[in-house]
Each structure stands twice: as C-alpha cells, then as structure tokens.
C-alpha cells in the first residue's frame, strides 16, 4: 500500500511546520490586535462608567474636527523628516568613515554602535539632565562663554533637542547595515574610476550610492517607520510641550486613550497612525525602482 506521507508532502509538512510558528505570532500579536484596534474605535469605552457602547462613525468626525490634529501631525512631520535625514546622513558618514583601513576602526566601531544596545529610558533620563537649563551642556557653554539655551523648553530647541538624542541613539544600527553594505562593493571598480581620473565624490556619487542602494531603501523603511512609533523620549523629555511642538502622533494618542481615557478615540488615531505608516511605506517600496541600483 502506496504510503500518504510522500516526500514531496513529507517536505511541504515541514516548511509548514517551521513557518507556524511566525505565523501564529503575526495572527495573534499583529493582525488580532489590529482588527481590535478597528473595532474599539467604532465604539466608545467608559472605563470608569462600565459602559462600551457603539457610536459608528462618530470618532472618525471627531478626528476630522480635532483643532489639535492639525500642530499634531505638522509636528509628527517636522520630528521624522529631520530624524530621517539626520539619521541616514549620520550613519553613512560614520560608515565611509569606518570603512577605511585604518587603526583603531574597531574601537571606533564599538563606540558607535554602543548607544543602540543603552537602554532607552537610561539614555533619555540622562539626556534629560545634560539638557536642563543648568544641566551638562550649557555648563560646559558657560565655561566656553557662551549662553546655552533652555534646550527642553523652546518650541523650537526642543523638537531639535529629541531628534538629537533619537539620532545619536539608533545611528549606530544604520551605521552597521551601511558598513556591511560598503564592505561588499567590488574594490575593483573604484580603482578603475580612479584610473580614469573620477574624483572622491564623484566616485562616491556614481559608484557607492548605487551599489547600496538596496541598503539605503531598507534603512530609510525602518527609520520612517521607526520614527512615526517614538514614545519614550517624548514622554521623558518635554511631555509633549511646550505647547503641542513635540507632540507627536504616538504621543497624543496615549494622552487621550490613557490620560483622559478616551479609548475609542485613541483606537481612531491609531487607525489613523496605520493608514500613515501603511502609506509612506507602499510610497517608499514603489519609488525603489527609481533609485534602487539592483532592481530591473
């Protein structure tokens, strides 16, 4: 009798058995709670009161009525646009940098990357007392003879403050995938740019850009995505102000579905930050074709 288990089955029951796992876990921690999220934010939640009860759409007119959404999402913009920039540039610096053969790289190496594995609210509570009005770094402006500014409390040098320190936090991750991408560069083609007279720049602009293009577009994904989810420093550092100018998206939803228990309307806004980061990614994937080197 002719076995049921093949080895064609045999082979596909394995792969199954072998992506169940990461299936379970995107079924139950990303596509359940996101059906959730839709749910709750077509009802409104009364913690305190016991009540849940079903408004439709009335949560989706409030967002589109919000005086606030406005200075919110201008501010969202303003935070990931100049983490994104200051990041990316940043990190492939470092990573040209390090990519030399030179001694002491490893070290260097190290000293960069070392902020990444931090904690982040070890990192940020330290932040928070280097940048206090008398803190570490106008102490030592005062010692230079120069008058620092209150770095947490202006509404433009604490949205400048946080991007800073998410900066020096993550740069060392991007550091690391463009130095493994710089690494697999044939060497043989910028010895033939040099051999045709190609400067450093130009050999850096026509050669090393598209070459790890592929690296960039996968950089660029996780810092947009990573920048629109910051919590933590927001909630350290400035709490939102002063005013609304680093009251980022993630950060004004927690203060209307936690602080003012709010919770079908935070499930709106978190709708709202899907939909956000849904979009500049497909944005992002179908621009690749632009500008990604390896793509045809």
């Known amino acids: 009798m002719k076995s049921y288990l093949t080895t064609r089955r045999r082979d596909y029951l ?5 992506v169940a796992p990461q299936l379970a876990g ?3 921690f990303v596509l359940v709670p996101l059906v959730l999220v839709v749910y709750y934010s077509l009802h409104e939640w009364n913690v305190l009161a016991g009540t849940f009860t079903y408004v439709g759409a009335e949560n989706y007119r409030a967002l589109g009525e919000d005086a606030n959404l406005g200075p919110v ?7 990931s646009a100049g983490l994104v920039v200051l990041n990316l540039s940043v990190a492939l610096l470092l990573a040209v940098l390090l990519n030399q053969r030179l001694r002491g790289t490893a070290v260097f190496r190290t000293i960069f990357f070392s902020p990444v594995v931090v904690s982040l609210v070890a990192w940020t509570i330290v932040w928070q007392f280097l940048l206090q009005d008398n803190g570490g770094i106008n102490g030592a402006l005062d010692a230079a003879g120069a008058d620092g500014p209150n770095w947490l409390r202006g509404d433009t040098t604490a949205l400048i ?11 060392g991750l991007n550091m690391v995938l463009f130095l493994a991408a710089l690494q ?44 629109l989810q910051v919590f933590a420093q927001i909630a350290v550092l400035t709490q939102g102000g002063p005013g609304t100018s680093t ?22 806004l978190a709708v709202l930050l899907f939909l956000i980061v849904l979009a500049l990614t497909l944005v992002q994937w179908q621009l690749r074709k632009r500008w990604v080197f390896h793509e045809q």
């Open 14 to 18: 394995a792969g199954y058995l072998f």
């Open 247 to 268: 009251t980022v998206l993630v950060y004004y939803l927690y203060q209307q579905a936690f602080q003012f228990h709010h919770f079908g309307y935070g499930s709106t």
């Open 73 to 79: 999402l201008r501010a969202t913009a303003l935070f």
């Open 26 to 28: 995107s079924v139950l």
């Open 161 to 171: 403050s946080v991007i800073m320190v998410q900066t020096v936090k993550n740069a």
């Open 184 to 227: 697999g560069v044939p060497g043989d083609l910028y010895e033939t740019a040099r051999m045709d007279g190609a400067s450093a720049w130009t050999r850096f602009r026509r050669i090393t850009v598209p070459m790890i293009s592929p690296t960039i577009l996968l950089t660029s994904i996780i810092t947009v995505v990573g920048s």
